[in-house]
């Protein structure tokens, strides 16, 4: 198989212009699962085969992308886009913000953010939402004072603390939007005069909000963007150099700023497929398209979670995330037939965070909305089997 399709690749090369070899690689042998992998996650099926193909091939130049000068004319001209089309997407473009393509994950921003927003005596003020808000937390107190406004920890995380009051006189406000483990996530942001930063790692371009209300956001991209090994971060310019701190090189988002996302060499790849998963979300209509589709899946999930007896949600109802559903069975025992159901229907990466056991639907941007009816079958499906072993 691979070598037909190789010597055809290798034929192609050599005929560029003859029909029958310009190829799309074909997947059709491979038998697809239901992703719900809380990330790396499921990516669009065509990001996958351009990826592929620019492997190979990377815009016809005969090159891998993976070969290529992140300096090349074509490198930069992905890295334009992907920048360009993130604040288009986000509805930021000309409002004075940047994009930055970054490496070291979203847990490196933990520590990017106070060393480039807090003053040498300032402070910075949390709320502390989830596994990764406490991350961050953890960062910023060994840059000065930190307050947690609010915190949902002593009821593991299962909802979004409300009613808090930020301090007037914080160098920011930092909150996790969407808490991928414990599946909540903030419906209404504050308004503030202080910078607002939001860690928006696993609902990015998700759903409708308006972006303009934040001064720094920033995702990893392998929960709903790309694959892993780039953070994406935009900040509205005009917050920065404000610290009287000396900053690292590499952790200065001035001088990646002015480098144009290219201080150093950049994640090439990843770069290149976030890109295409952002091309199909335009494509597609933008995120007020997605939005809709994202809440089909997840009322479809929710609904099936509340009706059914045998399982309960996780996370309080007001608060639960589109993205991320976190569900546990009423009673233990039927974990193994429902677990042999699920994996039958060919779902992969169901089960839940080990802090909040039990089940996590992860339902980002690319898994159809033909996965969620899938796995709500095998829920109904469970309660006929039960109800069968009962009597
Ligand atoms: C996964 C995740 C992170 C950590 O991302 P890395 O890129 O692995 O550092 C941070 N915040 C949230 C909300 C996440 O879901």
Redesign the pocket.
């Known amino acids: 198989m691979i070598d037909i399709w190789y010597i055809k690749f290798s034929l192609r090369y050599v005929f560029p212009n003859f029909a029958p070899l310009n190829f799309r690689i074909q997947h059709t042998h491979i038998m697809k699962k239901h992703n719900y992998s809380a990330?790396p996650c499921i990516l669009p099926q065509e990001v996958f085969e351009k990826s592929a193909e620019a492997i190979l091939n990377f815009n016809n130049s005969g090159l891998s992308i993976l070969e290529i000068s992140h300096r090349s004319k074509d490198f930069v001209a992905v890295m334009d886009e992907a920048r360009a089309l993130a604040l288009d997407l986000l509805g930021l473009t000309g409002k004075g913000y940047q994009a930055l393509f970054l490496h070291g994950?979203?847990?490196l921003e933990f520590l990017m953010i106070p060393y480039n927003l807090m003053k040498k005596d300032g402070k910075a003020a949390y709320l502390d939402s989830g596994t990764?808000a406490s991350s961050a937390i953890k960062e910023a107190v060994s840059f000065g004072e930190t307050v947690v406004v609010a915190s949902s920890k002593s009821e593991n995380y299962n909802h979004i603390p409300k009613g808090y009051v930020v301090p007037a006189d914080a160098d920011y406000f930092h909150c996790?939007s969407?808490?991928?483990i414990f599946g909540t996530q903030i419906k209404d942001f504050p308004s503030l005069d202080i910078p607002v930063v939001c860690?928006m790692?696993?609902d990015i371009f998700s759903r409708v909000l308006d972006f303009s209300k934040f001064d720094l956001i920033y995702a990893?991209a392998?929960?709903n963007m790309g694959p892993a090994g780039t953070?994406l971060v935009v900040i509205k310019e005009e917050i920065l150099g404000k610290t009287g701190r000396t900053i690292p090189s590499m952790l200065d988002y001035e001088k990646h700023i002015k480098a144009e996302s290219m201080y150093n060499t950049p994640a090439v790849f990843p770069v290149y497929a976030s890109l295409l998963t952002l091309q199909w979300l335009k494509k597609l209509g933008g995120i007020a398209a997605i939005e809709k589709i994202n809440n089909a899946k997840a009322s479809l999930l929710y609904a099936e979670i509340d009706r059914n007896p045998l399982f309960r949600g996780a996370a309080k109802v007001e608060d639960r995330s589109i993205m991320n559903a976190t569900f546990l069975l009423e009673n233990e025992a039927h974990a193994p037939i429902f677990d042999t159901l699920w994996k039958e229907a060919g779902i992969s990466g169901l089960p839940g965070h080990r802090s909040v056991g039990g089940y996590r639907a992860s339902m980002y941007n690319a898994l159809p909305l033909e996965s969620v009816e899938v796995l709500v079958d095998v829920m109904k499906d469970l309660e006929i089997k039960v109800s069968e072993m009962k009597f």
């Open positions: 990330g994950g979203a847990s990764w996790t969407n808490n991928t860690d790692s696993s990893g392998q929960k953070t």
